[in-house]
């Protein structure tokens, strides 16, 4: 076992149950109070925020149309997907992976990476951060769409600009770097 296993941690015991804490099922196709959002031509649910995680982790649904995904990026935090629907073409440190319906990648934290749908028809991914965090960012650069499925507003070369600028100046306090120009 690694060193970060839980094998190797010492014996404690369990903390008491947190009874502030509620269960929460969601449902991103019909639950209208999930914030949708879109960014970079996706539409990503937030299943679960670190408000409903205590900070430990967030759940996002993904949308992610043709020729969708975001621009190469790295973060310090850890994050993986599940391919729900379709496929997707991921690029870790430079080498490009095909990753079908049913598979996971794991991203380390602080490895550059990005992800495109090279197919003709949408995917649908369910994304982890750990810890949560990252769906702030998102929330604070996306738009709000109606719905999982929808899609976010066209930019013009003006707002894709603004949006590249406010991108950059908030990656920092999400411990983003975006890396490409």
Not at 137 to 154: K, L
């Amino acid at each position: 076992m690694n060193e970060q296993s839980l094998g190797s941690q010492p014996i404690t015991s369990q903390p008491a149950d947190n009874l502030s804490r509620q269960l929460k099922i969601a449902r991103p196709d019909t639950d209208e109070r999930l914030p949708h959002i879109g960014l970079v031509g996706d539409t990503y649910t937030i299943v679960l925020s670190g408000d409903d995680t205590n900070g430990r982790y967030c759940l996002i649904d993904m949308h992610i149309p043709p020729r969708g995904g975001p621009p190469p990026h790295r973060h310090d935090f850890e994050e993986s997907f599940t391919v729900m629907e379709g496929e997707i073409e991921a690029t870790f440190r430079g080498k490009k992976t095909i990753v079908h319906t049913g598979q996971t990648v794991s991203i380390p934290a602080n490895a550059p990476h990005s992800f495109t749908n090279a197919s003709e028809s949408a995917a649908r991914l369910l994304c982890i951060c750990a810890p949560a965090g990252q769906e702030e960012f998102f929330a604070q650069v996306g738009v709000t769409v109606p719905t999982r499925r929808s899609t976010p507003p066209q930019l013009g070369e003006q707002e894709k600009a603004e949006l590249l600028q406010k991108s950059r100046d908030l990656a920092p306090k999400y411990k983003t770097e975006l890396l490409q120009s």
